[in-house]
């Protein structure tokens, strides 16, 4: 009999993987918690929340006893002209715990199109109004907003991108904020805003860039500039949403508030695809007319999934509770620790922390960059350690699902300092 790696290399084509001289796909077999199993019983440290979207841990009984009860009674059924009551429930909810304007919730099913329905949002808003001025969109250089097209447009142009340059819509990209760039970044916002329609942003964190981090109050500045001249504003918060940056979304940190809101990753508790775009009322009332061409025509086979929907219920409900607003302070409180202990490291240079993310660049003669060759013998490395933390170039990262303990974590930072002494 093969095994399941043969079996793999025979049929599967991964994401973001060069299949030349790829390592075979490590089998895993069963998860629990933090842990993933392999199938030799061995257990790997989950410490970069598979992807990003595991937030209670793995093979969560409550999530599993929803989406179980929820399958028996409803499991799927077309969202144009019907509703049921897991979407229903989960819209009220969320609205409950988003910024004050956000109105309207529109479900699709996983991050890139939950931009796609943001753009597409914002874009029309202007053409519903009459407006054919407000064209532009304006985003930040080393964005990342997903793969698809339009997603891609307005994701720095980068490696990722490259084959497909020729084919993307043209975006004004601006560099992230800081105390010299700040004046005039607004200033250009200011003199240009009469072209503009949107601007979209990862609030507080650039994930795929590398964890960048940028300050609340200069995005404050530059969303009053968007507000200043009725840019819509967009806030991607595919991967900070739902608890990662220490508030419930990291737009909670902000003065000033966005017109549209993404979400995916962490909504369903990392267990099934969920896109989710939300919006205020003036977004809303520009598509709400007698006229059809007005309509937002978009729409995914599996919106609003009752399944999906019945596990983002019961995972906000979880991540509403004091035990995981406490687990997730902790480990900020960890993180905080472990920074003072490494920072001055000769290896570890911009060491940086926005709730339960901490990410530092591994010092290297050669530049930060995703292809950097220490990238692979990092990943190796804290493999072998029974840990899964997947750089991103010479960028090392934690951002850990909510039920890791401090031990767990500990044992996390000490395979990292003895690696900085070995490696
Ligand atoms: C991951 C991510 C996306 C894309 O989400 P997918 O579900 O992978 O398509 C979009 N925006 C941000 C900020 C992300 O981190």
């Known amino acids: 009999m093969q095994s399941l790696q043969a079996k793999d290399k025979a049929y599967i084509w991964h994401p973001y993987t060069q299949m030349k001289g790829a390592l075979p796909a490590l089998p ?3 998860a629990e918690g933090i842990y993933l199993y392999q199938e030799d019983g061995s257990k790997l440290i989950d410490a970069i929340s598979s992807w990003w979207v595991n937030i209670h841990g793995h093979a969560h009984p409550e999530l599993a006893k929803v989406v179980y ?3 028996k009674t409803l499991e799927h059924i077309i969202f144009a002209g019907f509703t049921h009551p897991p979407a229903v429930s989960f819209a009220e909810q969320i609205l409950k715990q988003l ?15 939950a931009v796609e329905v943001a753009l597409k949002m914002a874009i029309q808003h202007w053409r519903n109004l009459g407006n054919t001025q407000k064209v532009k969109i304006l985003a930040f250089q080393d964005a990342y907003h997903g793969d698809t097209f339009g997603a891609m ?12 340059e020729s084919y993307l819509f043209e975006v004004e990209f ?51 500039a968007c507000k200043s001249q009725s840019i819509c504003t967009i806030a991607d918060e595919v991967m900070t949403g739902f608890g990662r940056t220490g508030t419930l979304f990291a737009s909670l ?40 061409w007005k309509t937002l025509y978009h729409g995914h086979s599996f919106t609003a999934n009752p399944l999906a929907c019945s596990l983002a219920l019961k995972s906000l409900e979880i991540l509403l509770r004091p035990s995981t607003q406490m687990a997730i302070q902790e480990i900020i409180q960890e ?9 001055t490291h ?49 960028i090392l990262y934690i951002l850990p699902p909510y039920v890791i303990n401090r031990d767990e974590l500990q044992y996390i930072y000490q395979q990292i300092q003895t690696a900085l002494e070995e490696l």
């Not at 910024?99 to 199109?113: C, I, L, M, R």
């Not at 267990?271 to 059809?292: H, R, V, W």
């Not at 993180?335 to 920072?343: A, G, L, R």
Request: glycine residues 6%.
């Open 28 to 30: 895993i077999t069963k």
């Open 69 to 71: 009860k929820q399958f």
């Open 99 to 113: 910024p004050h304007e956000q109105a309207k919730v529109f479900y699709s099913d996983n991050g890139s199109t």
């Open 153 to 164: 447009s307005v994701s720095g142009r980068s490696l990722f991108t490259e084959a497909f």
């Open 174 to 224: 601006i560099p992230l904020p800081n105390a010299s760039n700040i004046q005039n970044l607004v200033a250009k916002i200011e003199s240009e805003g009469s072209a503009i329609a949107a601007f979209i942003f990862e609030p507080l964190v650039l994930g795929a860039a590398g964890m960048l981090m940028y300050e609340a109050k200069y995005l404050d500045m530059l969303i009053a």
């Open 253 to 292: 940190q902000l003065t000033i508030q966005p017109d549209i809101m993404c979400f995916s990753k962490g909504i369903t508790g990392g267990a099934m695809p969920m896109g989710l775009t939300t919006c205020n009322q003036m977004i809303f009332d520009s598509f709400y007319s007698d006229e059809k």
């Open 335 to 343: 993180h905080t620790n472990f920074i003072m202990q490494i920072e």
């Open 346 to 394: 000769p290896k570890v240079k911009n060491i940086r922390q926005c709730g339960t993310i901490l990410a530092f660049e591994w010092f290297t003669d050669t530049d930060t960059s995703y292809l950097n060759a220490i990238r692979d013998k990092l990943y190796t490395y804290f493999l072998k350690k029974g840990i899964i933390l997947r750089p991103l170039g010479n």
